[in-house]
């Protein structure tokens, strides 16, 4: 009798945590659609998404820059933030906005001309950061996958100032080959030579898409600028695009190198970076999966 008590009670103990994470998660979410009520322009026909009501606090952080909006027109959610205008359909989009706008991790500062690549242009964020910036000249992209290539293509027609840049619809690495991987375009923006970042664990929109990559010195052998900012955040290919520009004798090309690394650490891309004559800052080198790796030349 006394073991089939225990066991009553454990049952009512499981159902009742059960119902009172569900009533937590209940309150969590009113409470953020209230916050998201205070911070959307025009409250939507439509219920909120549950990338927003997720990311509030991200929200509020971008809330921060003067004239930051949120807006659902045309059956589309629209971010404007510093005179730029953004599509969202994920909290991959919010995060990356967080980290460009708020973080400023790209947010080199440059007094003369310059050219920008992009090798990982995701949606265009990063892109339409820099070409807004009066000292860019030019901005070669490069972005490999097709649904990918879709969202980035609106945002691109959002801003005028996406004239500036050239979108190449392919992926950069060494040797050029055509793969087949698993995509995500809730995570489009982890998604590289080995699918889905693992690190991510399991999605559910999961489908095959090509990926197809060129030779990364074919592809950038003929740009040639006084000065040229070079950003690399390609999901795994970092390693191989570095050891070829490298190989070639490329890498002392560029002038200022942003490379978000993964999975294998930076250790082994700092020291092609140290025998080509670069300063660097190194940003979460002891994590396990990502980091940010920063180079100068000298």
Aim: contains cysteine; glycine residues 6%.
């Amino acid at each position: 009798m006394e073991v089939t008590d225990r066991g009553q009670h454990t049952i009512k103990t499981i159902n009742y945590m059960g119902t009172l994470r569900k009533i937590l998660k209940k309150y969590r979410d009113c409470k953020s659609k209230r916050l998201l009520s205070e911070i959307i322009i025009n409250k939507p026909t439509v219920a909120y998404p549950s990338f927003l009501i997720n990311n509030v606090d991200r929200l509020k952080r971008l809330k921060q820059v003067d004239d930051f909006s949120l807006d659902y027109l045309d059956v589309e959610w629209v971010c404007r933030i510093e005179g730029l205008e953004f599509s969202i359909n994920s909290a991959e989009e919010l995060l990356i906005l967080e980290e460009v706008f708020i973080n400023g991790i790209y947010n080199v500062e440059v007094n003369h001309p310059f050219t920008f690549i992009d090798i990982g242009m995701n949606v265009g964020i990063t892109s339409l950061f820099f070409a807004k910036k009066p000292e860019c000249k030019k901005i070669v992209a490069f972005e490999p996958f097709q649904p990918t290539l879709s969202f980035a293509r609106k945002n691109l027609e959002k801003n005028i100032i996406s004239k500036k840049i050239q979108v190449n619809e392919v992926g950069l690495g060494y040797p050029s080959r055509t793969l087949k991987i698993n995509y995500s375009e809730e995570s489009k923006g982890s998604v590289g030579i080995n699918g889905v970042a693992s690190y991510l664990g399991g999605k559910k929109d999961i489908r095959e898409e090509q990926l197809p990559v060129i030779d990364v010195f074919e592809a950038l052998k003929d740009i040639v600028d006084e000065k040229i900012i070079l950003k690399i955040d390609c999901e795994g290919s970092e390693y191989e695009i570095l050891e070829r520009l490298n190989d070639t004798g490329l890498l002392p090309r560029f002038d200022v190198i942003m490379i978000e690394w993964h999975i294998k650490g930076p250790a082994p891309l700092q020291k092609i970076l140290y025998e080509n004559n670069f300063e660097i800052l190194s940003m979460g080198k002891h994590n396990l999966n990502i980091g940010m790796l920063y180079a100068f030349k000298k």
